[in-house]
Nanobody
Framework: QVQLVESGGGLVQAGGSLRLSCVASGSIFSIDVMGWYRQAPGKERELVAR???????MYADSVKGRFTISTDNAKNTVYLQMNTLKPEDTGVYLCNSDLKLRVGGGTFRYWGQGTQVTVSS
């Protein structure tokens, strides 16, 4: 019923920038939260940034001042602008969303498949 599709990952040198996008599609009534997580090899999945109701943002301490999360509500899209990238930012970046469906009520969490970000030193 709902799909989240990420794009924008790639290979970049340390100090460089990337912009990730995630589009939510399907039978969506409203979106409460959209966020980005990352998972590095051998590490647990961690929250990178989250945006609530299209305006309230929160960031992991490790990315504050370097990453910016934003949304285009009309397109059900969330972006993650990543600047001054470091090798430790390497990982699979996954988009997730807490949203309400058009039919059935309730709030559900969906995940995308992820996009690889590799930062070389």
């Amino acid at each position: 019923q709902v799909q989240l599709v990420e794009s924008g990952g790639g290979l970049v040198q340390a100090g460089g920038s990337l912009r990730l996008s995630c589009v939510a599609s399907g039978s969506i009534f409203s979106i409460d939260v959209m966020g980005w997580y990352r998972q590095a090899p051998g590490k647990e999945r961690e929250l990178v940034a989250r945006i609530i109701s299209g305006s309230k943002t929160m960031y992991a301490d490790s990315v504050k001042g370097r990453f910016t999360i934003s949304t285009d509500n009309a397109k059900n899209t969330v972006y993650l602008q990543m600047n001054t990238l470091k090798p430790e930012d390497t990982g699979v970046y996954l988009c997730n969303s807490d949203l309400k469906l058009r039919v059935g009520g309730g709030t559900f969490r969906y995940w995308g498949q992820g996009t690889q970000v590799t930062v070389s030193s």
